[in-house]
């Protein structure tokens, strides 16, 4: 039972320290950059959220023929599924736990951004991230794990 879970364990780990890296490093270092793909995600996305207290209109509905933050969002998921897709073979329940991860990235984000009372109360750490005043902190989503080990989970008492 425990050699089952060891890999589970790696995979969310692994999952949640890529979603640190990304967001900090690339969409919000990158992001800034307007010439940049990664653009999206400060200057869209961000944007959106400080106008509308968190509320991202863009989650509403999916269209594939519209090229918005939330399909540039599923591209680069999906992406990251290409990506892992070779070790799937050799390491299934580390890889499933990584698409587990994946899957539940985009649903939380996803609903936290079209329903701002449910972030605040279930994703705590996202919403402090958009509406905390300090958007260089709390770069997890789905868990706040790498956060509080990298020490940037910076909670926002007056937001309560």
């Known amino acids: 039972m425990f050699s089952l879970a060891v890999p589970v364990i790696l995979g969310l780990l692994y999952a949640n320290a890529g979603e640190w890296l990304m967001h900090k490093y690339i969409l919000h270092a990158l992001g ?5 793909f990664w653009t999206y995600h400060w200057h869209e996305h961000h944007a ?43 390491f299934p329940l580390f890889t499933g736990a990584v ?8 649903y ?8 701002p009372a449910w972030a605040k109360q279930h994703l705590r750490w996202h919403y402090d991230h958009h509406l905390g005043g300090n958007c ?25």
Request: positive net charge; contains cysteine; charged residues 20%.
């Open 32 to 36: 800034k950059n307007r010439q940049s």
């Open 48 to 90: 959106v959220c400080a106008k509308n207290a968190m509320l991202d209109p863009g989650y509403r509905s999916l269209s594939l023929t519209t090229w918005n933050t939330q399909t540039k969002e599923l591209a680069v998921l999906a992406g990251i599924v290409l990506l892992h897709l070779p070790l799937f073979p050799l």
């Open 99 to 106: 698409y587990t991860s994946l899957m539940l990235y985009y």
């Open 108 to 115: 939380k984000h996803r609903k936290a951004h079209l329903n």
């Open 136 to 160: 260089a902190a709390n770069w997890c989503v789905t868990w706040p794990w790498f956060d509080y080990l990298m020490g940037t989970r910076i909670k926002d008492k007056k937001l309560d």
